[in-house]
């Protein structure tokens, strides 16, 4: 199994809808978790970060992260086609060491 | 530089050749890490130095991998006798603070834009 897991997708929605990734991951220790967005050919991107069980928003961005079930998600409203890129999920259990899953796939069509 | 600076952008080496890939964080960034990224999966931790103690380095997948950070800013990855597998995407990245385990708004990681190596 591995530490983290995402769907690779690709996942498709139409201009305007609510894009919803989702992420699982197995040590139950972690702490905190990270959602980067990385366009093709570039770098990873942090664009949310959430610690705490519940929900954190940031503009168009929502974070949810459910310690019980070990589940993160991120929730993309009002999808614009700049938004079509691979949504890294990642943890830390308090070490060194970030986990990265191996990306959703995201495309918004317009 | 205004942002994490990584140089070759491209490198193109032959199985068994010694490679370099250096990294230059932002200025005054305590933390750097070198992840590995293979083609469609997500980067993999390699080492993570403070300043330049290497704190961490049992990411590196093997002895062939070394990497060091002689003056606390500039570090280099070097891969002696590259195989294929080698081949990816090689990221580094630098955080302002010392890492202790991103539970931090100052612990945000930024990434330079990597090297792609492709061992032939």
């Known amino acids: 199994q591995k530490e983290v897991e995402q769907n690779s997708g690709p996942l498709s929605v139409p201009e305007g809808a609510i894009a919803s990734l989702n992420c699982t991951y197995s040590?139950?220790?972690?702490?905190?978790f990270f959602w980067y967005r990385q366009y093709s050919g570039k770098s990873p991107e942090l664009i949310m970060s959430?610690?705490?069980?519940g929900d954190k928003e940031d503009g168009r961005f929502t974070a949810q992260l459910n310690k019980a079930s070990q589940y993160v998600s991120l929730l993309i409203r009002d999808s614009q086609p700049s938004d079509s890129a691979t949504y890294l999920c990642?943890?830390?259990?308090?070490?060194?060491?970030?986990?990265f899953g191996a990306g959703t796939r995201l495309f918004v069509k317009a | 530089g205004a942002g994490v600076s990584q140089s070759p952008r491209y490198k193109v080496a032959k199985r068994g050749q010694d490679v370099a890939l250096r990294c230059d964080p932002i200025?005054?960034?305590?933390?750097l890490f070198w992840y590995q990224q293979a083609l469609g999966q997500g980067p993999e931790f390699l080492t993570y130095?403070?300043?330049?103690?290497?704190?961490?380095k049992s990411g590196l997948p093997s002895d062939r991998f070394f990497a060091e950070r002689p003056e606390g800013s500039v570090s280099t990855l070097k891969i002696q006798r590259t195989q294929q597998e080698d081949s990816a995407v090689y990221l580094c990245?630098?955080?302002?603070?010392?890492?202790?385990?991103?539970?931090?708004?100052?612990?945000?990681?930024?990434f330079g834009s990597g090297t792609q190596l492709s061992v032939l």
């Open positions: 990245a630098s955080s302002l603070v010392v890492w202790a385990g991103g539970d931090a708004t100052n612990e945000k990681l930024f």
């Open positions: 040590d139950r220790v972690s702490q905190s």
């Open positions: 959430i610690y705490s069980n």
């Open positions: 990642a943890v830390n259990t308090g070490g060194f060491k970030t986990i």
């Open positions: 200025s005054g960034h305590v933390s």
């Open positions: 130095f403070q300043n330049e103690a290497q704190l961490d």
